[in-house]
């Protein structure tokens, strides 16, 4: 929901819109401040009251969103293609030396969308940001080279890849990578 706004008449025929809050802010506490902006406090547009609005820097706005939980972050923003468990995925598979291209084309999105995923310039509030030059060894991959070992037998056996990738704790698209040497390819 938006920021209330009313249209003020000057009487002679003119309007203009106007924010409440800045309306309220500019009448108890005084004219905005040069690069200031207004503060909603509890970050909830609605609440006008004197007491829940400041001046601010932008900074100082954005704290504000992020300590409510309003910054429209990963699966908060509005246009975000994926979410937070698949974006920890897209790390979990860089980890592993999976073809970025093949990852973002199975999350629907551009390889340099899943690149800046995977090193942490995008989704950056996720923990397990992936170094490439130290992939598939990573700290972040959930496996070894004895379970990637297991998981092609499992495979060449008949496994599903749903059964493999419960198993294991991975995704569908992680033990398909996987089986098809997409990933771990020296192993």
Not at 5 to 23: A, I, Q, T, Y
Not at 77 to 91: D, G, K, Q, V, Y
Request: glycine share 8%.
């Amino acid at each position: 929901m938006g920021h209330l706004r009313v249209c003020l008449f000057d009487g002679n025929g003119g309007s203009r819109m106007e924010l409440v809050h800045r309306l309220v802010l500019e009448a108890f506490v005084g004219p905005c401040p040069d690069g200031m902006e207004c503060r909603h406090l509890d970050s909830d547009p609605l609440n006008n009251h004197v007491g829940n609005l400041r001046w601010g820097t932008p900074k100082e706005n954005a704290d504000d969103r992020t300590s409510n939980g309003t910054q429209p972050v990963g699966a908060n923003n509005p246009f975000s293609r994926i979410s937070e468990h698949e974006a920890l995925e897209i790390r979990c598979l860089a980890s592993m030396g999976a073809d970025m291209k093949e990852v973002a084309d199975l999350f629907g999105v551009h390889k340099s969308t899943a690149c800046k995923i995977a090193r942490g310039v995008a989704w950056c509030h996720l923990p397990g940001a992936v170094n490439f030059r130290d992939t598939e060894s990573s700290r972040y991959s959930k496996l070894d080279e004895y379970q990637v070992r297991e998981i092609r037998r499992m495979h060449a056996s008949g496994a599903s890849l749903g059964v493999i990738a419960s198993r294991f704790d991975i995704s569908k698209p992680a033990a398909c990578l996987i089986v098809n040497r997409k990933t771990w390819k020296n192993v």
